[in-house]
């Protein structure tokens, strides 16, 4: 779901490099083979589910933990699926049920995801743990509930899926083209897509691409071409498409780079996230594109070769997931009233604003604590000499006629995936725009731009919604408007500005869950987000910022009826890994 308004850009104010060099995230790879009998070929696998009873997710069946678990909505007709990365023949499958089990269900498998052959079905369920011998080929399985055991819904710690001739378990294919450099029938380096060559195409960074060049590029055929190193076994092609995809194109091989060989074709590609069961030999693979989706080239953030054999890099691991049981940062804001913000913490920013707000963000002049246990952030009406602001409506001078706070973590505390959650008063009237938020830390560390960094929004009010906050994600392919996100209304219409309320975000490899005062509010999940909106930028450190804006393109300026001065009061901030 989209947030409504035009959440802003909010790169933080040092002056930005005009070069963004080029940073990688990827995940471990393991080059060894599994054993061809009595492979488990589920555990890590991407899962879905026709429901969720929050916070008990469809990966949770598949983690190998049997600690944690996937549960339903309380209705008969739900369904849990893997997705097994390509074609496997099944021969077991085991259910370890939580105390809400399915007295009926169906396994069935799918080739596509969407047309489903039934390979064992039951009214008789035990619970428990249940081994199921079956035998079925296909890359999706699923369990299909039809009849509850208990008024409750359908409740997996484990659902594991074994292949007894082998299959695709975690490990068995190395991703084969990180690193490579790779060459391409054109490439655009201008301003609005810089340095996008074939290699960042094969670098694991989500946020980097490859593109045709607007000059003579932005017509059919295009291609893009992977030399692994040696000749390899190719079984699966991953193409994360920007918006200028391709709607026919070839998967093709070659041992010489010359002579090419098809392995896979289509004339209705979808864009965004295409996983590409294939097999083939050689040691190049070319994507050869001949029908454009649109108006302009073709353009891939990620071409990913899978399989055997080859020339592989190790590509760097990501962080561990986080069991949110540490604390790893800590403010409760207790200092005596008027002392600043802590300085082994916290970092002031200072000048005009981004986004057309109105503010001069000073240094601690308008952020102090104040002796109760909160630090307050306040939006003063009052100018700053020889600062420069676009005209306020109330005065029309161009000088900044508001003072405010902004404050962030960068260089002092940034991480990578985690449990934040602060509580937080906010401001409230017209024109203003309190949040709390993080930015990706290769903002300063390389100077990447927004919205290359990747944006978490955790909290954002704007003071001509009084009862709603936001919690929006921004990223390359998803951003400003477009950011992916939802609102929060308080019950009963009540306004955000009369009380304090807890804002928290649970974030890991797999996505990422807003809260409200303990209220799901939105759902991140990063399949689902790479195969319908783009990438997910969101494997790096980031560092926390906190801020009280006036003005700007989505609160619009004071007016007659704002109130000054506006305090922001935050109680504490804490994160957990």
Not at 128 to 151: F, L
Not at 375 to 388: D, H, I, K, Q, Y
Request: glycine share 12%.
């Amino acid at each position: 779901m989209e947030a409504r308004g035009t959440p802003r850009l909010r790169g933080a104010l040092a002056v930005m490099a005009a070069v963004a060099l080029l940073f990688t995230l990827s995940v471990a790879v393991a080059p060894e083979r599994a054993a061809a009998a009595a492979v488990l070929v589920s555990q890590g696998k991407p899962a879905t589910a026709s429901s969720t009873e929050e916070p008990f997710t469809a990966p949770s069946a598949v983690d190998g933990d049997t600690s944690t678990r996937w549960s339903s909505g309380f209705t008969d007709d739900e369904w849990i699926r893997i997705d097994l990365g390509a074609s496997t023949s099944i021969g077991q499958v085991v259910l370890t049920w939580e105390a809400a089990y399915a007295k009926g269900y169906r396994l069935e498998v799918s080739g596509n995801g969407s047309d489903w052959t039934t390979i064992h079905s039951t009214t008789t369920g035990t619970g428990g743990v249940e081994t199921v011998t079956v035998s079925g080929t296909g890359r999706y399985i699923r369990m299909h509930g039809t009849e509850r055991a208990t008024p409750w819904g359908y409740s997996l710690h484990e659902f594991q899926v074994y292949s007894t001739t082998g299959g695709t378990a975690p490990g068995d294919d190395v991703l084969l083209s990180y690193g490579k450099t790779g060459s391409a029938s054109t490439s655009q380096h201008d301003g609005t897509c810089w340095e996008c060559s074939p290699d960042k195409a094969f670098d694991r960074d989500p946020a980097s691409r490859w593109a045709t060049s607007p000059e003579g590029g932005w017509t059919d055929p295009g291609w893009i071409a992977v030399d692994l190193g040696a000749r390899a076994e190719i079984d699966r092609v991953v193409l994360q498409w920007d918006p200028a995809y391709a709607r026919a194109y070839r998967i093709e091989v070659s041992d010489n780079g010359t002579d090419w060989t098809t392995i896979h074709s289509t004339t209705t590609g979808t864009g965004f996230k295409e996983t590409l069961d294939v097999s083939g030999t050689g040691r190049h693979v070319r994507l050869y594109a001949t029908q454009r989706s649109g108006e302009y080239g073709y353009s891939l953030w990620e071409f990913q070769v899978w399989g055997t054999g080859g020339a592989p890099i190790p590509a760097p691991p990501l962080p561990a997931d986080p069991t949110y049981d540490r604390l790893v940062f800590s403010d409760e804001f207790d200092g005596p009233a008027g002392a600043a913000p802590d300085p082994a913490k916290w970092v002031p920013e200072t000048g005009t604003g981004p986004n057309n707000e109105l503010e001069y963000y000073t240094n601690n002049k308008n952020a102090a604590q104040d002796g109760n246990g909160s630090l307050v952030l306040e939006a003063r009406r009052e100018a700053t000499p020889g600062s420069a602001c676009p005209p306020d409506p109330l005065s029309g001078s161009t000088t900044c006629q508001y003072t405010s706070a902004r404050l962030n973590t960068y260089g002092k505390f940034q991480f990578t995936y985690g449990r934040v959650e602060a509580r937080i008063k906010v401001s409230g009237t017209q024109g203003l725009w309190p949040a709390f938020w993080m930015l990706g830390a290769d903002y300063f560390d390389q100077g990447r731009p927004w919205p290359y960094t990747g944006e978490i929004d955790i909290m954002e009010h704007v003071g001509k919604e009084p009862n709603t906050t936001y919690s929006t994600l921004h990223a390359p392919a998803y951003n400003g408007a477009a950011g992916y996100g939802a609102p929060y209304s308080l019950p009963g219409g009540a306004n955000f500005a009369d009380d304090f309320h807890t804002f928290a975000v649970d974030w890991n490899s797999k996505g990422m869950t807003f809260r409200v005062d303990g209220n799901v509010t939105h759902t991140v999940d990063k399949e689902q987000l790479e195969s319908t909106r783009g990438p997910w930028v969101f494997d790096h450190d980031f560092f926390l910022i906190l801020n009280n804006a006036v003005g700007g393109d989505w609160p619009g300026p004071p007016d007659a009826t704002t109130r000054f001065p506006q305090k922001m009061s935050v109680d504490y901030i804490k994160v957990w890994q």
